[in-house]
């Protein structure tokens, strides 16, 4: 387990340090979410109420569509040479190597995420600095979920010639849920509502309840099959 969790880190590692010297994938998640919240606010021509009440709903929206861009190059940035095939022979366990390409996409997609809030707030007048340390937790939880999940269609999808297309089409659906979840616990955060005590809704804390458990649900469920998706 130690060298499984060392061996993940040295490829999360590898992958960080490619990705940031060629920045293929984050200029274009990044550019992209940037251009679709500032499209998205001359768009639509809202009260402040109106705003709030979609925000969760737009930020999700955005992240999503940048979160595909990010983890549709998580193996196939090793075709090139067969590295992926190198890598798939080596002593390295087939966890290992899923889990550090999760969590290297994972870091990636916060990074453009942080990115976004500051053009979010200005562009849409929304306060969430005073919520920061909330959405921090929730962008966490939702942002884990896109990732290992995208991750494991990215091993799905990474030999088929239309893989930039068959990616989102897989995964969309199976985020639904997580993003349902993050939508509702986004808007009750920016509309002031308190996620944790006494005066937390019922709603906020059942969305939150719902990342958690599909963080888990899925997370369980693609290091179980990633050996045998790797290998077909």
């Given at each position: 387990?130690?060298?499984?969790?060392?061996?993940?880190?040295?490829?999360?590692?590898?992958?960080?340090?490619?990705?940031?010297?060629?920045?293929?994938?984050?200029?274009?998640?990044?550019?992209?979410?940037?251009?679709?919240?500032?499209?998205?606010?001359?768009?639509?021509?809202?009260?402040?109420?109106?705003?709030?009440?979609?925000?969760?709903?737009?930020?999700?929206?955005?992240?999503?569509?940048?979160?595909?861009?990010?983890?549709?190059?998580?193996?196939?940035?090793?075709?090139?040479?067969?590295?992926?095939?190198?890598?798939?022979?080596?002593?390295?366990?087939?966890?290992?190597?899923?889990?550090?390409?999760?969590?290297?996409?994972?870091?990636l997609l916060f990074i453009v995420e942080l990115i976004s809030l500051?053009?979010?707030?200005?562009?849409?007048?929304?306060?969430?600095?005073?919520?920061?340390?909330?959405?921090?937790?929730?962008?966490?939880?939702?942002?884990?979920g896109i990732t290992v999940v995208g991750t494991a269609f990215s091993?799905?999808?990474?030999n088929i010639r239309l893989r930039e297309l068959m990616l989102p089409?897989?995964?969309?659906?199976?985020?639904?849920?997580?993003?349902?979840?993050?939508?509702?616990?986004?808007?009750?955060?920016?509309?002031?509502?308190?996620?944790?005590?006494?005066?937390?809704?019922?709603?906020?804390?059942?969305?939150?309840?719902?990342?958690?458990?599909?963080?888990?649900?899925?997370?369980?469920?693609?290091?179980?099959?990633?050996?045998?998706?790797?290998?077909?």
């Open positions: 387990m130690k060298r499984g969790l060392i061996t993940a880190l040295a490829i999360a590692k590898k992958d960080l340090q490619t990705e940031l010297r060629t920045k293929e994938s984050i200029n274009a998640s990044a550019s992209f979410a940037l251009v679709i919240l500032v499209l998205f606010s001359f768009a639509f021509d809202l009260g402040r109420e109106e705003l709030y009440a979609i925000s969760g709903g737009m930020l999700w929206l955005v992240f999503s569509f940048a979160g595909a861009l990010i983890v549709n190059r998580s193996f196939a940035r090793e075709l090139p040479n067969d590295c992926l095939d190198v890598l798939i022979a080596s002593p390295a366990p087939a966890w290992a190597i899923f889990l550090g390409k999760s969590v290297a996409a994972f870091l500051p053009v979010f707030g200005l562009f849409y007048n929304i306060h969430w600095t005073d919520r920061f340390g909330g959405l921090l937790l929730v962008m966490a939880l939702a942002t884990w091993a799905v999808t990474v089409v897989l995964l969309y659906p199976i985020l639904i849920p997580l993003l349902i979840g993050a939508m509702g616990t986004t808007t009750a955060l920016l509309g002031g509502e308190p996620m944790f005590g006494q005066a937390a809704s019922g709603e906020a804390l059942a969305s939150l309840r719902l990342l958690v458990g599909f963080d888990v649900i899925y997370t369980s469920l693609a290091l179980y099959m990633i050996e045998f998706i790797l290998i077909v």
